[in-house]
């Protein structure tokens, strides 16, 4: 996209405030249209034409801003004969080939981002840990120890014995879906085949992008949240969930550990604002006229009238 371009002192140049809104309205316009078509500042005479009126056009050829055929000006193009010109367009403006050549090079551009976003997509993870994680994890080979012990499967919901959703039922009394297979062989936390982040497009493996990553919960990790957060959160719950999602949108990530690490994080805090009791007077809606206690009895008048005879009945009988 090209751009016609204005200085900030356009609006008040003796030219423009001489030859007025109507016909600088019609200068614009034709700006507009000689940049979208790389024309240079050249304009057709039956563009100029239906673009304004005789009055402003000719405005415009007595102020300088446009040029007819034969005009004397030395810095400005001769235009065929009835086309017309803009003073001055390429000092302000970039020519055609220039434009052209700024395009290509964004459509390099574009090119080697798809192609670098599409080997990315392809290659398989990496087993290279990436410094920003580096000493993060402690790496104990845990993976390798689940995908070889027998008494780790998918139904344990991606965990060594019962997790708590599996052996308390809950409010569905469904348990945790299980976790990502362990049989992709790629590091915990994935290589340059996580890096892309947005929407990836469909594999043709089928498999979700958290997957082909190879995401894995690792004993480090379990240690981490346990050692940080204690029985706040539910370990195995929260990162089934943490799967589920991202197999659900697709969405990749630079970091899943990170990406993992700051789910945990708004588990926990949910949980804690969850147990914590509510402020004293929370749940009180004032009463009209601001009185916290409960409104005093109405005095009844006719009680006092009864008891009033009652006394001068009294007072009687003694005399």
């Given at each position: 996209?090209?751009?016609?371009?204005?200085?900030?002192?356009?609006?008040?140049?003796p030219k423009?405030?001489?030859?007025?809104?109507?016909?600088?309205?019609?200068?614009?316009?034709?700006?507009?249209?000689a940049?979208?078509?790389?024309?240079?500042g050249?304009?057709?005479?039956?563009?100029?034409?239906?673009?304004?009126t005789?009055?402003?056009i000719?405005?415009?050829?007595t102020?300088?801003?446009?040029?007819?055929?034969?005009?004397?000006?030395?810095r400005?193009?001769?235009?065929?004969e009835?086309?017309?010109?803009?003073?001055?367009y390429?000092?302000?403006?970039?020519s055609?080939?220039?434009?052209?050549?700024?395009?290509?090079?964004a459509?390099?551009?574009q090119?080697?981002?798809?192609e670098?976003a599409r080997?990315?997509?392809n290659?398989?993870?990496?087993?290279?840990?990436s410094?920003a994680?580096r000493?993060?994890?402690e790496?104990?080979s845990?993976?390798?120890?689940?995908?070889?012990?027998?008494?780790?499967?998918?139904?344990?919901?991606?965990q060594e014995?019962?997790s708590?959703?599996d052996?308390?039922?809950?409010a569905?009394?469904?348990?945790s879906?299980?976790?990502?297979s362990?049989?992709?062989?790629?590091?915990?936390?994935?290589?340059?085949?996580?890096?892309?982040?947005?929407?990836?497009?469909e594999r043709p493996?089928?498999?979700?992008?958290?997957?082909?990553d190879?995401?894995t919960?690792?004993?480090?990790?379990?240690r981490w949240?346990?050692?940080?957060?204690?029985?706040?959160?539910?370990?195995?719950h929260?990162?089934?969930?943490?799967?589920?999602?991202?197999?659900?949108?697709?969405a990749?990530?630079?970091?899943?550990?990170d990406?993992?690490q700051?789910?945990?994080?708004?588990d926990?805090k949910?949980?804690?604002?969850?147990?914590?009791?509510?402020a004293?007077?929370?749940?009180?809606?004032?009463?009209p006229?601001?009185g916290?206690?409960p409104?005093?009895?109405?005095?009844?008048?006719?009680d006092?009238?009864?008891?009033?005879?009652?006394?001068?009945?009294?007072?009687?009988d003694?005399?």
């Amino acid at each position: 996209m090209a751009w016609f371009a204005l200085d900030d002192g356009f609006d008040t140049h003796p030219k423009v405030r001489k030859a007025g809104n109507a016909a600088v309205g019609v200068f614009v316009r034709l700006g507009v249209h000689a940049t979208r078509h790389l024309t240079e500042g050249h304009l057709d005479g039956d563009i100029v034409r239906s673009y304004g009126t005789g009055p402003n056009i000719r405005k415009l050829l007595t102020v300088g801003m446009l040029h007819e055929h034969g005009h004397a000006c030395p810095r400005c193009p001769q235009p065929a004969e009835g086309d017309f010109v803009i003073h001055d367009y390429l000092d302000y403006n970039k020519s055609r080939a220039q434009i052209e050549a700024a395009r290509e090079a964004a459509r390099k551009r574009q090119n080697r981002g798809r192609e670098n976003a599409r080997r990315n997509r392809n290659q398989p993870g990496n087993d290279v840990e990436s410094p920003a994680n580096r000493g993060r994890f402690e790496d104990d080979s845990a993976s390798n120890r689940r995908r070889n012990d027998p008494q780790f499967e998918d139904t344990t919901a991606g965990q060594e014995g019962m997790s708590h959703r599996d052996t308390h039922e809950g409010a569905t009394g469904v348990p945790s879906p299980p976790l990502p297979s362990q049989n992709y062989g790629v590091a915990d936390v994935g290589g340059e085949g996580a890096g892309s982040e947005g929407l990836a497009q469909e594999r043709p493996d089928g498999l979700a992008p958290i997957d082909t990553d190879g995401f894995t919960l690792t004993d480090a990790m379990r240690r981490w949240a346990l050692q940080t957060f204690g029985p706040t959160v539910d370990v195995d719950h929260s990162t089934a969930q943490f799967v589920s999602h991202y197999r659900a949108t697709g969405a990749r990530r630079k970091s899943w550990p990170d990406a993992w690490q700051k789910w945990i994080r708004d588990d926990a805090k949910r949980a804690r604002d969850r147990q914590q009791p509510p402020a004293q007077g929370a749940f009180l809606l004032p009463l009209p006229g601001g009185g916290q206690g409960p409104p005093a009895p109405r005095r009844s008048t006719t009680d006092e009238r009864v008891a009033g005879w009652l006394a001068l009945a009294s007072g009687d009988d003694q005399t």
